[in-house]
């Protein structure tokens, strides 16, 4: 299974709400496990954030693809955006999924509701 991992399971990963074994769990266990463009300029752009918090989610994103928010990505979000009331970044997060074949590992379940196609994982809920 390929799983595209959202902003919020790295914050739950680093910050330990998320057990290291259901992390593994969609990442390492997985056939492939990424995340977005998006989610690094999330992570990082986090008013704030310290040096040690920065080197801490860098350590941890270098082990992993980050996936460029490409033209045929933004073709995608702006279709689900069309249909949908969703916020920029996760209609860019959504078609990423999709357009790499990913199933979506987030918590914000209901933010990604009504997008077809588009297989969405809570980690939290086993």
Same mark, same amino acid.
Request: hydrophobic share 45%.
């Given at each position: 299974? /390929?799983?595209?991992?959202?902003?919020?399971?790295?914050?739950?990963?680093?910050?330990? !709400?998320?057990?290291?074994?259901?992390?593994?769990?969609?990442?390492? #266990?997985?056939?492939?496990?990424?995340?977005?463009?998006?989610? /690094?300029?999330?992570?990082?752009?986090?008013?704030?954030?310290?040096?040690?918090?920065?080197?801490?989610?860098?350590?941890?994103?270098? #082990?992993?693809?980050?996936?460029?928010?490409?033209?045929?990505?933004?073709? /995608?979000?702006?279709?689900?955006?069309?249909?949908?009331?969703? !916020?920029?970044?996760?209609?860019?997060?959504?078609?990423?999924?999709?357009?790499?074949?990913?199933?979506?590992?987030?918590?914000?379940?209901?933010?990604?509701?009504?997008?077809?196609?588009?297989?969405?994982?809570?980690?939290?809920?086993?």
């Amino acid at each position: 299974m /390929r799983h595209l991992l959202y902003t919020n399971v790295w914050i739950d990963a680093l910050t330990g !709400k998320l057990s290291a074994s259901v992390f593994l769990k969609y990442t390492v #266990q997985a056939s492939w496990a990424g995340y977005s463009a998006i989610t /690094r300029l999330e992570l990082f752009g986090y008013p704030g954030l310290k040096p040690e918090e920065e080197l801490k989610i860098n350590e941890l994103l270098k #082990q992993f693809t980050e996936i460029a928010v490409e033209s045929n990505i933004i073709d /995608r979000a702006i279709i689900i955006r069309k249909g949908l009331r969703i !916020k920029v970044p996760d209609a860019i997060i959504a078609a990423t999924a999709l357009e790499k074949d990913c199933s979506l590992v987030t918590h914000n379940v209901v933010d990604f509701k009504g997008i077809i196609g588009l297989d969405v994982i809570d980690p939290h809920v086993m």
